[in-house]
Structure formats: C-alpha cells, structure tokens
C-alpha cells in the first residue's frame, strides 16, 4: 500500500513552490514528487485528495526538554510527561525533535519505548545530560552534569557518547554571571564529540560566551540573548564558520516575574536578555547567519507543549519571510542535524516526514499553530496524526 497525495501546493522546504504537485509514498520514504494529478494508483493505496491543500516537510525542533525542567518530580512521572508531550508535538506538526537536556537518562527510556511502539512521538535525537560548570544552571535544572577540567568534560563526554547520545549539549555560560568553563575545556568534549560523528549543541547568551563556544569547535548556538551588544564581531564569525543559530525566541514567554528559582540580580540579567533577544534575531537573519528552528519548549516553567510552530510566527514577526522560516524549520534544521541527506524537504528518496494542510502558511504563517487546518501529519511513512484520522474511522 502507498499513500499517494494528489493535486497540491507544495513547498518543499527547499524554498521551491509547486502548484498542483502529486506525492506518492512507499514505505517509509517519498517514492515519486511531480507536477500533475497522473501517479498512477490501486485501490489498496490510500489516497489524500489534495485540490486547495497544501503540503510542505515537518517541522522540526532542534530545542525541546519534553519532561519540562523540575527537580522535584520523580524520574517516573517526568517520564509519563515526557511520553504525554512528544505526543503533543507530533499533534503539532512536529516530526523530528532534538531534545536539549533530560534528567535522569529519561530521553533514552522513551526513545526506546517509542522504537517499541509503546509511544507515539517524532524523531527523537537525545543528549541525556548536558556538560556545565559547578554551579553552573543545567545542573540547577536537573538537566546538567557539573564538570571542572579538560580531563572532566572528556570523561564526561565519552560517558555520554557510550551511553548513546546522538549529540552532546554544552553551556558556555551560566546564570552565575562571573564562571564560565574555559574554551579549552569545552575544545576536550567537543573534541570526543565530533571524533564520534556527534554534533555539539551549545547554550550561549552572552558574546563572550558565543565566541568561546566557537572557538571550542560547537556546530550550533542556542538562543544568542545578548548578540545585538557586539553583533559585528560575532555574526561575522558565525557566517565565516557556518555556525547554525537556534534562535529558541520562544523563551519571551517566560514570566521573568513569577519564577522564583533565582535571585533578583539574575532575574533582572534574563530580563534584559530578553529585551535584546528579537534584536539579536533580526541582526542574524540580515547579516545571512544559518537559522534554524528551535523554541526550547519545555525550557520556561508553566509553558504549554506541542506549540512549537508558535515560535515560526515569532521568526516572521522578527523580520524572516514565511518561506524563509519554514526553510528553518525543516531543510537548515535537518542540515544542522546532519540528516540533511534524508530529512528535511520533500524529495524523491527522502523519509516522508510531511505535512497536509488545509490553510496556506506562507499566507498566514500562524495557520501552522491550528489543529483544525493540520490535516494530517505523516512521519516515517505514516499517517501519525491530523483531521484526516476522524474523517475515516
Ligand atoms: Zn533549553
């Protein structure tokens, strides 16, 4: 059986558009994509009419902590929330996620349950723990392992790698302000990390952060607050390197006011990164940094799940086009995972991991965020969710 989608506006995540586009797909991979209703088709296939429809890639989250980050809960209830809320991604378009920091080896038991089909959720890339300093605030959260010394952060990131991480997540700042780890420290994890064919993803907000992180050889930036207070110096490099920024503009939704996990001094430093956070955005898009997406759902106390399609109305809001930030969020996102061979956009041989929708996001790219308008959500060659399951049982 093959599921062939028929008549179609499609964009492909490579920013081409084709109107009346058919899709066929075989197994888990797209099999053919061309203009016109003709791929031929049995009864047995299923068969998605298209006509007025638009069809584009999953998105896909390069930051999300599904178990949402408290360090009171047992590892036994963060794991059910985890399940609940991968779920609630894939609801929401969301077919691949890359998961920025779990407690207690939690992203592991679920990948594994959801490879025994006991939950439903997108792609799972995983990183376990991240690396940070003593006192550092991944390990504040319950999401980081404190290590001191080159020799420390190589232990630890062997640890990790034999525990089966996909990718290693740093921190190359913290909420402290003063300590930092040193770029020789975080060069002896990335180090391990890229001699493993793993990617390294680092948490920097500051420039000085941000410079260090590269220095030390990190593929991606995550949020970037404070880039607009030295922007030349640290988008230029980031160009020249082919650094991916994970922008995670998300976080505006954190109420800095009612989190009292910190002290004023570091609430009113988060506070003004966020001012300048949008800021830091729109500086990187002009000056042609690699974007991709990343809300860091799960990261803010209180925030809603499967809402990661929110963060694209922020890119756009921000100074991105449609186009462009769903570029981000598929075909550069998938890049930065170095999947880009099989992920990310609509082409022949690709895994079909795509979208049916009933409203055209490059009109509105908030359409994206409406359950209604999601008409189905396939991921790895299956309908996994959308309008079109109730329309046929
Ligand atoms: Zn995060």
């Known amino acids: 059986m093959a599921i062939i989608i028929e008549g179609a506006k499609l964009i492909d995540g490579t920013g081409q558009i084709i109107e009346d586009a058919s899709i066929a797909i075989k197994g888990n991979r797209i099999s053919v994509v061309q203009s016109g209703h003709s791929i031929p088709h049995t009864d047995d296939d299923f068969l998605i009419e298209a006509s007025g429809r638009i069809v584009m890639p999953g998105l896909i989250d390069l930051h999300v902590h599904p178990s949402g980050l408290d360090v009171k809960a047992s590892s036994a209830y963060l794991a059910l929330r985890f399940a609940r809320n991968v779920k609630a991604m894939l609801d929401g378009g969301v077919t691949t996620v890359r998961i920025c920091g779990t407690p207690d080896l939690i992203d592991f038991e679920v990948r594994k349950a959801a490879y025994a089909g006991l939950v439903e959720s997108p792609r799972m890339f995983t990183c376990g723990k991240g690396l940070c300093i003593t006192g550092g605030h991944l390990a504040s959260l319950g999401i980081g392992i404190e290590v001191d010394s080159t020799d420390s952060y190589r232990k630890a990131a062997r640890t990790l790698i034999k525990n089966g991480v996909d990718f290693i997540k740093l921190s190359s700042d913290s909420l402290t302000k003063y300590a930092r780890p040193t770029v020789e420290e975080m060069k002896a994890a990335i180090n391990e990390a890229h001699l493993a064919n793993k990617t390294v993803a680092t948490h920097a907000g500051s420039p000085q952060a941000i410079m260090d992180a590269i220095e030390a050889g990190t593929d991606t930036i995550e949020h970037g607050f404070l880039i607009a207070e030295e922007p030349d110096q640290v ?67 209180g925030s809603p799940y499967g809402e990661n399609a929110y963060e694209l109305e922020l890119m756009v809001a921000n100074g991105m086009s449609e186009n462009d930030a769903i570029i981000a969020s598929t075909k550069t996102a998938a890049e930065a995972l170095r999947m880009g061979g099989i992920l990310g956009s609509i082409e022949e041989g690709k895994l079909a991991d795509l979208l049916v929708l009933d409203a055209d996001p490059l009109k509105d790219i908030r359409s994206l965020q409406s359950r209604e308008l999601l008409h189905a959500v396939i991921r790895n060659g299956s309908i996994a969710s959308g309008t079109v399951l109730s329309e046929n049982s």
């Open 235 to 301: 988008l230029d490099v980031m160009v020249k390197k082919n650094i991916y920024y994970v922008p995670t503009l998300y976080v505006r939704r954190w109420n800095v006011r009612k989190d009292n996990r910190y002290s004023d001094e570091i609430l009113q430093q988060v506070k003004h990164g966020l001012e300048e956070h949008p800021k830091s955005f729109r500086l990187a898009v002009d000056a042609g940094v690699k974007i991709a997406m990343g809300s860091d759902e799960g990261g803010i106390q």
